[in-house]
């Protein structure tokens, strides 16, 4: 079977997806709810700031990567072009860490600072990481490679929950002007010419190794952001301070991402082509 699975495509559904913070949220347009427009102003008629956090950065590592990751590490199964990002090492741990802290003051605010909400909220994503746990136990990670079919009919199904949303969820949010819409556009096909030039890769399943990391190492990062929500809800004035900087580092890393992406997708045609 083959299939476009590099890593950093998954990396590029998480950009494809991110982008519905334009049609659904208008986040990219008008910044977001409890704000009179984008922080820093606009660029092309989307947010300077909100564009690389939520598109190129938030959504391919939380909605993608991230959940793909733990999914393998609970399997005891990995893709083959996974086995170093498993790998364990200090650097690493450390960033895990320093990611989840940098989290935990966005789970803060978003909850108004209200402990039992962010515990509700943690113990959702926990219940799903729970069930994705027992279906484990029905069979390989490929279970999740669905047949062509079933890849058209999710896109239609997106498109039909784009549309109405879109015009159901705060329509008075929809920009005035065709720039916004036209830069949303662009950045649907450019993410789409990005993976039509990704080389195809056959997908390879290999048994976890030792030295990656496991079930416990993911036990230690749930409890680990309990308690540093947990503090973040209790500090509002710490979090205020902290979330700038943890901020525009999402920025600066969905940028870099990109930039690292889009590159190896240009090495990667022209060494076809030679």
């Not at 733990?70 to 450390?94: C, D, M, P, W």
């Not at 990670?141 to 669905?146: G, I």
């Not at 209790?234 to 690292?260: D, E, H, Q, R, S």
Request: hydrophobic share 50%.
């Amino acid at each position: 079977m083959y299939i476009k699975l590099l890593y950093d495509n998954f990396i590029g559904w998480g950009w494809w997806f991110g982008l519905y913070e334009a049609v659904i949220t208008k986040v990219l347009w008008a910044g977001y709810m409890d704000a009179s427009g984008p922080g820093f102003g606009t660029v092309l008629g989307v947010g300077f700031i909100e564009f690389p956090v939520l598109v190129l950065f938030w959504h391919p590592i939380f909605s993608f990567i991230l959940p793909i990751l733990s999914y393998e590490i609970i399997s005891g199964e990995t893709l083959v072009s996974h086995q170093k990002v498993l790998q364990r090492n200090k650097a690493k741990s450390f960033l895990i860490w320093m990611a989840l802290f940098g989290v935990s003051l966005f789970v803060a605010m978003g909850n108004a600072f209200d402990v039992g909400q962010v515990w509700l909220s943690l113990g959702g994503s926990y219940v799903l990481v729970l069930i994705f746990a027992m279906l484990r136990k029905r069979g390989s990670l490929l279970q999740f490679c669905f047949k062509n079919k079933y890849f058209i009919l999710g896109c239609v199904y997106l498109v039909a929950l784009y549309a109405w949303s879109g015009f159901n969820i705060l329509p008075e949010r929809f920009p005035d002007k065709v720039v916004p819409y036209v830069t949303i556009l662009v950045s649907y096909i450019g993410v789409g010419v990005l993976f039509w030039r990704s080389k195809k890769n056959s997908i390879e399943v290999v048994s976890k190794v030792e030295g990656q990391y496991t079930v416990r190492d993911l036990i230690l990062w749930g409890v680990g952001m309990i308690g540093f929500c947990s503090v973040a809800s209790l500090t509002p004035n710490l979090v205020y301070t902290l979330l700038p900087i943890f901020y525009i580092g999402m920025a600066l890393g969905g940028v870099i991402l990109f930039l690292k992406s889009a590159w190896q997708s240009v090495r990667e045609t022209n060494s076809t082509i030679g």
